[in-house]
C-alpha cells in the first residue's frame, strides 16, 4: 500500500486491516515452527559459524574467586576448604551531550558522574574513555511500503565503512517477515561491502517485523560479538514503530537486548513518502495499542539502551553515519559493584547524572545511557524458585 491520499476512509480501513492483521500474526495457532528453546529459527544466508565467543551473563562481567585455605581444621581428606567468592561488575557506555547545543563532551572525569541503581548510589570502580573497537550489526529493513536502503544509502554505508578501524567488526542482517544473516562479524572491508551488493530486494507487500528482527539481532551479538568491544545494533528503516510479528514480543526482544548488552541505534533515510508512512505507522500503533495489540518501538529501544536516531535525507546519510560513529567512540565506559548482592536474575533500573559542578562547567548536561540491566541469576536460586512450582 502507498500512503498517496489520506481521506478518513482510507486511514480507517488501513487501522482495521492492520489490527486484524496483527492480531491474526500473534495467535498461537499462526506461529513460525520453534526450535526445542521455543525460538523462531533463523534463516542463515550467510552459514558463518559463530566464534563461540561466551556472552557476559546478565550484561555483567561475573569475576570468580577460588580460595582454598590450609588444613587448620584437622581435615582427615587432607583437602583445604574451598571458598567460592563472586563479583559482578556491570558495565556501561555512557554519551554526554550539552542540552542546548548537541555537542559532545568528552574531558569529564570519575568524580563528575553519580550512578544509582534503584535508588541507591553506587560506588563507580571502572572508569575510562578507551577507545574500545566497534561491534556493528548493521540490521536493514527490508519490508513495507518504501525501500529505506536505495542508493544514496548504500553509498553512505560503504563510506562509513571504509573509515572503520581495523579493530571494528561488522555483521550485516536483513528483515522483514524473516530474518537473515547476510555477512557474520568480520574486519575484513571488502568482505562487507560484498555483503552489501548481496543485499535481499525489498518486498512491499512484507512486514516489518521489529521484534524478530532485534531479537535475533540480540541473540547473534551475544553468540558472536566481541566481549571486549562496544555493542552497537544500528536499524537502518524509514519508520520507528511496528506490529509484533509471530514469534518473540517485543518484551523478549528487549531482554535480549539487555542481556547482550547492546546499544541500539537507527539511521532514517529522510523523504516526504517516508514521512508519511512513518507517520501513519505511529497512528495505527498507537490506536492498536488501545486494543492491547502489540508492538515494537525503535525509540523506546534507543532511549532504553542509551543510543541515538538519527534521520536525513538520503544524500546527507554519509555525514549523518560519520556522527554517530563519532558518537559512539567518544563514549565513557562505566563500572561498578553493585550493592545489591542477590543473584535473582532480576530487572534493575540505572539512573546516571552528572554532578552540579560539572553542569556549571559546561552547561546543562545529558547523559545517554542504558536505563537498566538483568541482575545475573545464580543456579541455586534458580532451582529454589523452580521447586516452589
Known amino acids: 500500500m502507498r500512503f498517496t491520499k489520506y481521506s478518513p476512509l482510507v486511514i480507517s480501513l488501513f487501522i482495521a486491516s492492520q489490527i ?5 500474526a500473534q495467535s498461537p495457532e499462526q506461529e513460525r515452527p520453534r526450535n526445542k528453546n521455543g525460538v523462531s529459527k533463523q534463516k542463515t544466508i550467510d552459514n558463518q559459524q559463530s ?5 557476559s551473563q546478565s550484561s555483567a562481567d561475573s569475576v570468580k574467586q577460588e580460595k582454598v585455605s590450609g588444613n587448620e581444621g584437622g581435615d ?5 576448604e574451598k571458598i567460592k567468592l563472586t563479583v559482578d561488575l556491570v558495565v556501561l557506555d555512557a554519551q554526554v551531550m550539552q542540552q542546548k547545543t548537541g555537542r559532545v563532551v568528552g574531558d569529564l572525569k570519575k568524580e563528575d558522574f553519580i550512578l544509582q541503581e534503584d535508588g541507591v548510589k553506587q560506588q563507580i570502580t571502572h572508569f575510562s574513555q578507551d577507545a ?14 518504501l525501500d529505506p536502503f536505495g542508493e544514496q544509502v548504500r553509498h553512505a554505508t560503504l563510506e562509513a565503512l571504509a573509515r572503520l578501524r581495523p579493530q571494528d567488526e561488522v555483521a550485516l542482517m536483513a528483515f522483514h517477515n524473516t530474518v537473515g ?5 568480520s574486519s575484513d572491508k571488502r568482505r562487507i561491502a560484498n555483503a552489501l551488493n548481496r543485499m535481499p530486494p525489498h518486498d512491499e ?8 528482527a532485534f531479537y535475533e539481532a540480540a541473540d547473534y551479538m551475544r553468540r558472536a560479538g566481541n566481549p571486549d568491544g562496544r555493542r552497537v545494533i544500528i536499524m537502518i528503516t524509514g519508520i520507528t514503530t511496528s506490529f509484533d510479528c509471530s514469534g518473540p514480543t517485543a518484551e523478549d526482544a528487549r531482554l535480549a537486548i539487555l542481556e547482550s548488552g547492546s546499544v541500539v541505534c537507527g539511521i532514517i533515510p529522510k523523504s516526504s513518502e517516508q514521512r508519511m508512512e512513518s507517520g501513519a505507522m505511529r497512528a495505527v500503533t498507537g490506536i492498536a495499542g488501545i486494543f492491547k495489540v502489540k508492538t515494537s518501538n525503535l525509540k523506546q529501544l534507543a532511549d532504553e539502551t542509551g543510543g541515538e536516531i538519527l534521520s536525513d535525507k538520503p544524500e546527507n546519510l554519509d555525514q549523518t553515519f ?3 560513529i563519532d558518537h559512539l567512540r567518544t563514549r565513557y565506559s562505566i563500572g561498578f559493584v553493585s550493592t545489591n548482592t542477590k543473584r535473582d536474575g532480576s530487572f534493575r533500573k540505572l539512573k546516571v547524572e552528572v554532578a552540579q559542578q560539572a553542569q556549571k562547567d ?6 545517554k545511557t542504558r536505563r537498566g540491566y538483568i541482575a545475573a541469576k545464580s543456579s541455586s536460586e534458580k532451582f529454589d524458585r523452580e521447586s516452589k512450582h
Open 132 to 145: 574500545l573497537p566497534l561491534s556493528v550489526i548493521l540490521l536493514v529493513d527490508r519490508g513495507g511500503c
Open 76 to 80: 582427615p581428606q587432607g583437602e583445604g
Open 362 to 367: 559546561h552547561g546543562k548536561l545529558i547523559v
Open 322 to 324: 560519520d556522527q554517530l
Open 51 to 55: 566464534r563461540g565467543a561466551s556472552p
Open 181 to 185: 544473516l547476510i555477512s557474520g562479524f
Open 20 to 24: 486484524h492483521t496483527s492480531i491474526n
Open 205 to 212: 507487500a512484507a512486514e516489518h517485523c521489529f521484534n524478530r
